[in-house]
Every structure is written in structure tokens, then in C-alpha cells.
């Protein structure tokens, strides 16, 4: 058994988003990620097979859905089930700290 901890370690430079899968079995995934000011680029979006609950631990991030006019601002704590196929876009995460999510995938 080997403990380890959401918080730790967090490389001091983040040039580009880190995934790290903390867990999987079957179609269920659970991963951490780390971002530092990092957006998903203009004009591309996240179109998941599974579905996507996420929790912000650390930070701050704003994830844009499509067909809304603005987008949901997201602060430690807060968490959102964003269902299988509906496409969205983290328009911002936090520059001045590492911005650490949460995300469990399934079907």
C-alpha cells in the first residue's frame, strides 16, 4: 500500500497541463490534473465518450459549454457532472497557483 497525497508533489514550472490517473478499472477512470494559466486552445473543444464529474481542489478555472453565453467559474470546492458527448472548453485556470482538479470518468 503506498500513500500519496492530491497536494503533492507540484512541479514549481506547469508549461503545459499535467494528467496523472490516480485510479482505473473497467470504464472508470479518476485522474488528477494540474494547470497553471493553461486554456484549452481557441476554437477546439472537449467532446468526451464518458462522462466527467470534476472538482476544483485548488485554484480557480472557468470552463465555457457550448451553446452558453458564459461561462461557469469554478472555485475550490465546487464540482460539476459534465455529461458524456457535451462539448465545453476550460476558457481560464488560475496563473498565479496551480489550479488542481479532480476528475472521475465513467460511463
Known amino acids: 500500500m503506498k500513500k ?3 497536494f503533492s508533489p507540484i512541479p514549481p514550472d506547469i508549461p503545459d497541463e499535467i494528467f496523472e490517473t490516480i485510479a482505473a478499472s473497467g470504464t472508470v477512470r479518476i485522474e488528477r490534473i494540474i494547470s497553471r494559466g493553461q486554456a484549452t486552445p481557441q476554437g477546439s473543444w472537449y467532446d468526451e465518450s464518458l462522462n ?3 472538482i476544483l481542489l485548488k485554484g480557480s478555472a472557468d470552463i465555457l459549454f457550448e451553446g452558453e453565453a458564459d461561462p461557469v ?9 459534465i455529461p458524456a458527448h457535451r462539448r465545453h472548453r476550460v476558457t481560464r485556470t488560475d496563473k498565479g497557483e496551480p489550479t488542481i482538479w479532480l476528475a472521475v470518468h465513467f460511463a
Request: aromatic residues 6%; glycine residues 6%; hydrophobic residues 45%.
Open 73 to 81: 467559474t469554478l472555485l475550490p470546492g465546487d464540482h460539476v457532472l
Open 4 to 6: 500519496q497525497n492530491v
Open 52 to 54: 466527467e464529474w470534476v
